[in-house]
């Protein structure tokens, strides 16, 4: 009988920081510890115009993120090699 142990570290690192054109709005996206072990998601914490959790399901990475600006509102799209895209569209308070 084998037993595994580890330890998940789940410390905030900030992995992404943008303020819209004219400074009113800005987006945080943090990465939340590591992807689970051995091949589960990664987890992100986004705070902007609303706030929300993620988790990206890359096979045991990290996934990839995008940020897209619109005149009232940005676009945050998360993906992983074993999921379709992920859009969240954030209309502006």
Do not use: C
Not at 8 to 24: A, H, I, P, Q, T
Not at 53 to 74: F, H, I, L, P, T
């Amino acid at each position: 009988m084998e037993i595994f142990i580890f330890q998940n570290n789940r410390k905030l690192r900030e992995v992404y920081r943008e303020s819209s054109e004219d400074g009113s709005q800005s987006i945080i996206i943090y990465e939340i510890g590591e992807p689970d072990w051995p091949f589960g998601n990664a987890h992100y914490k986004v705070f902007g115009p609303s706030d929300f959790y993620v988790d990206v399901a890359d096979d045991g990475g990290y996934g990839w993120y995008r940020v897209e600006w619109k005149m009232n509102s940005v676009v945050v799209t998360f993906g992983g090699s074993e999921q379709g895209n992920s859009v969240y569209e954030l209309p502006f308070k």
